[in-house]
T-cell receptor
Framework: GAVVSQHPSWVICKSGTSVKIECRSL??????MFWYRQFPKQSLMLMAT?????????EQGVEKDKFLINHASLTLSTLTVTSAHPEDSSFYIC?????????????FGPGTRLLVL | SQELEQSPQSLIVQEGKNLTINCTSS?????LYWYKQKYGEGLIFLMM?????EEKSHEKITAKLDEKKQQSSLHITASQPSHAGIYLC???????????FGQGTRLTINP
């Protein structure tokens, strides 16, 4: 199946710093990518939809100024956690739609574990 | 999410036995996705169902979507240790492929 990569796989940062997470579709072009967050022993929660060439759309309760999303190309979306705080520590996973398949299957990256000290 | 209920939350099965995981939505679905996740890792795509009554199989895993497109089941036949993990159903309730996920089913296979 299609491959989606994320970088870094894990990051530890100090409170108040900003962290950038990259999501790449490796063998297909993705006009739409999604960013999810998963807290320990919980399911995934959609944060925002990343649209290539336009602004991201955020789910209710997600601060757009806190979680900056940039989808500058058809293969790359970035999520920047600005002024990170310990409560932002979580597992962030992106997904991308492969429009080339008949059913637009959605593939997920391996995730990025963020720990804010 | 209360919009999507997944059951059971955990399941311990003897190797070689069959098992079923269910996913029920309060709304008619545009699509239903099944994924497998190992703790702390990404999601592995298993199957996607879109049509009412649709059934798909891959190796020993079969997924079905009911005619009303509100309920799906994932069935594993002759379970193996490699089937162990967390199974998640994700529902597209809007047609925009923004997925709402169930709470997951933690599957343990005992040898």
């Amino acid at each position: 199946g299609a491959v989606v990569s994320q970088h870094p796989s894990w990051v530890i940062c100090k409170s108040g710093t900003s962290v950038k997470i990259e999501c790449r579709s490796l063998d297909f072009q993705a006009t739409t990518m999604f960013w999810y967050r998963q807290f320990p022993k919980q399911s995934l929660m959609l944060m925002a939809t990343s649209n290539e060439g336009s602004k991201a759309t955020y789910e209710q309760g997600v601060e757009k100024d806190k979680f900056l999303i940039n989808h500058a190309s058809l293969t790359l979306s970035t999520l920047t956690v600005t002024s990170a705080h310990p409560e932002d520590s979580s597992f962030y996973i992106c997904s991308a739609r492969d429009p080339g398949t008949n059913q637009e299957t959605q593939y997920f990256g391996p995730g990025t574990r963020l720990l804010v000290l | 999410s209360q919009e999507l209920e997944q059951s059971p939350q955990s399941l311990i099965v003897q190797e070689g036995k069959n098992l079923t995981i269910n996913c029920t939505s309060s709304k008619t679905l545009y699509g239903l996705y099944w994924y497998k996740q190992k703790y702390g890792e990404g999601l592995i795509f298993l199957m996607m169902l879109q049509k009412g009554g649709e059934e798909k199989s891959h190796e020993k895993i079969t997924a079905k979507l009911d005619e009303k497109k509100q309920q799906s089941s994932l069935h594993i036949t002759a379970s193996q240790p490699s089937h162990a993990g967390i199974y998640l159903c994700g529902a597209d309730m809007s047609g925009a492929q923004k997925l709402v996920f169930g709470q997951g089913t933690r599957l343990t296979i005992n040898p």
